[in-house]
């Protein structure tokens, strides 16, 4: 993703979302990300009852202290420190003989595993919209045929044009299929694009084209 290929400028950007140190509610705000931040703490931690008491622990702390003087800079940063600190607290009060063999030090905002997972979240999310966005106006499939698109990527126009109308209540055409997941790929680009400028402090284009390579997603600008 380039300034020239970027889907929305930063003025646009500033019309559709807000950064996530101008959100009122921390708690309510950080819970749609939940499931990277469990995702992680399973994979670190390997139990599911430590991983729960370590994201109930942030959640509450946020309840009542918010972003406080840490609301800076990336989200997934913050949120890496934060299951990091819930985490370690409820290992070390546990049992020795039943605690998990973890190092912390492997958890860090730029860890493979913690991308990985946070991409994944990322990505949830604008499909999540994508298909809300089919819901509200069914004559616009872009969701079912860009879904379609995604998971056969071997398949031609007339094959997926098959699949969709055989698999789902959505009826395409074959020769209006190109120019369907043309348009499907734009909104889902843009609507990503929405979901990576919520993680920054700053609704800056040049921050937010940083941020989708850091995380791997250029090609989703690209393409």
């Given at each position: 993703m380039t300034s020239s290929t970027s889907s929305t400028s930063a003025a646009g950007l500033s019309q559709t979302s807000q950064p996530w140190t101008a959100a009122d509610n921390a708690a309510g705000f950080v819970l749609r990300y939940l499931i990277p931040m469990r995702e992680h703490l399973l994979q670190g931690l390997?139990?599911?009852?430590?991983?729960?008491?370590?994201?109930?622990?942030l959640i509450s702390h946020l309840i009542t202290q918010g972003f406080g003087a840490h609301g800076k800079g990336r989200i997934r940063?913050?949120?890496?420190?934060?299951?990091?600190?819930?985490?370690?607290?409820v290992v070390t009060e546990l049992p020795e003989a039943k605690r998990p063999k973890v190092d912390?030090?492997?958890?860090?905002?730029?860890?493979?595993?913690?991308?990985?997972h946070w991409r994944n979240g990322l990505l949830t999310r604008a499909w999540r919209c994508l298909e809300r966005a089919e819901h509200k106006d069914p004559t616009k499939p872009f969701y079912t045929v860009l879904r379609a698109a995604?998971?056969?990527?071997?398949?031609?126009?007339?094959?997926?044009?098959?699949?969709?109308?055989?698999?789902?209540?959505?009826?395409v055409d074959p020769k209006k299929l190109a120019p369907l997941?043309?348009?499907?790929?734009k909104l889902f680009a843009q609507m990503l694009e929405i979901e990576v400028a919520?993680?920054?402090?700053?609704?800056?284009?040049?921050?937010?084209?940083?941020?989708?390579?850091?995380?791997?997603?250029?090609?989703?600008?690209t393409n």
């Amino acid at each position: 993703m380039t300034s020239s290929t970027s889907s929305t400028s930063a003025a646009g950007l500033s019309q559709t979302s807000q950064p996530w140190t101008a959100a009122d509610n921390a708690a309510g705000f950080v819970l749609r990300y939940l499931i990277p931040m469990r995702e992680h703490l399973l994979q670190g931690l390997g139990d599911e009852s430590i991983a729960d008491e370590s994201l109930k622990r942030l959640i509450s702390h946020l309840i009542t202290q918010g972003f406080g003087a840490h609301g800076k800079g990336r989200i997934r940063d913050f949120l890496m420190r934060g299951i990091r600190s819930a985490a370690k607290s409820v290992v070390t009060e546990l049992p020795e003989a039943k605690r998990p063999k973890v190092d912390f030090a492997t958890w860090t905002p730029d860890s493979a595993g913690w991308l990985a997972h946070w991409r994944n979240g990322l990505l949830t999310r604008a499909w999540r919209c994508l298909e809300r966005a089919e819901h509200k106006d069914p004559t616009k499939p872009f969701y079912t045929v860009l879904r379609a698109a995604t998971d056969h990527r071997d398949e031609d126009a007339a094959m997926l044009a098959v699949r969709i109308n055989t698999q789902s209540d959505v009826q395409v055409d074959p020769k209006k299929l190109a120019p369907l997941l043309v348009e499907a790929r734009k909104l889902f680009a843009q609507m990503l694009e929405i979901e990576v400028a919520e993680t920054l402090d700053q609704l800056d284009a040049v921050q937010v084209q940083n941020e989708v390579e850091a995380l791997g997603l250029v090609s989703i600008f690209t393409n």
